[in-house]
């Protein structure tokens, strides 16, 4: 069996170089008994479970034959597509994941999250994500016409890049002590977010921090519990 994981993908119809990335990703690990893992900002908004287009009937297409296989996916929220349910991801039979979730291979324990809530500096943005999430005003939007949520995601993508130019990355990055958190019952702390792919030992653990997806590369992670000596490492995927 192969555990792989993504994250940070921001799919959609204005970059189809990152969708084909993704659908080739598909194709090439459809055949070895894949248990794929996408920790959040899968796509560049998420406006509804309801929301349909070509290219993303492309994309749940894909998935289908991915599931037919012999796979399984397993989402968890991001801060692009939290509004993303349980009804897109049944028509793949995909798994929408709890934050953090816990997932043990071998004798590793890991921790996955999408790496939102480590970036506890950012107080500002702390607070926004607590009112966005709020599941009565997720409920509300949700009611709301695609037309007024395709405006709104707009004003929140618009907003969010004008505030990145003004913060400081050390304020958007986590916070050691969050990790340190993060880390206390668990070997290896998986996350996307900040868009800094690396892995970091901390003292016997390690922090995996998997990479956006950009023009012609990203990097991923990919664990072989089969093979004799595991050794976890950033993979980089062309496409």
Known sequence: MTYLFISDLHLSPEHPRLVR?????????????????ILGDWFNAWIGDDYTAPWLDDIVHA????????????????NRDFALGKKFLK????????????????????RLEHGDL???DDVSYQKFRKIIRNPLLLGF???????????????FRKKSAETKQVKSYDIM?????????????????????????????????????LGDWREHSAQ????????????????TWAY
Do not use: W
């Open 141 to 155: 939007l949700k009611r709301m016409p695609l037309s007024f949520r395709q405006k709104l995601a707009n004003g």
């Open 91 to 110: 028509q793949f039979q995909g798994t929408l994941l709890s934050e953090p979730a816990i997932l043990k291979i071998s004798d590793t324990t890991y």
């Open 173 to 209: 990055d986590v916070n050691q002590f969050a990790v340190n958190v993060a880390l206390e019952h668990v070997d290896v702390l998986i996350h996307g977010h900040t868009h800094r792919p690396a892995i970091h030992d901390i003292q016997a653990k390690k922090r995996i921090v």
């Open 63 to 78: 998935l289908q034959k991915f599931h037919q296989a012999g796979n399984q996916v397993y989402f968890q929220a991001g």
């Open 220 to 235: 991923i992670l990919e664990i072989n519990p089969e093979q004799k000596n595991v050794k976890l490492e950033l993979k």
């Open 21 to 37: 990335g993704f659908l080739d990703l598909l194709d090439s690990y459809k055949d070895k008994n894949t248990q794929l893992y």
């Open 118 to 120: 480590l970036c506890t």
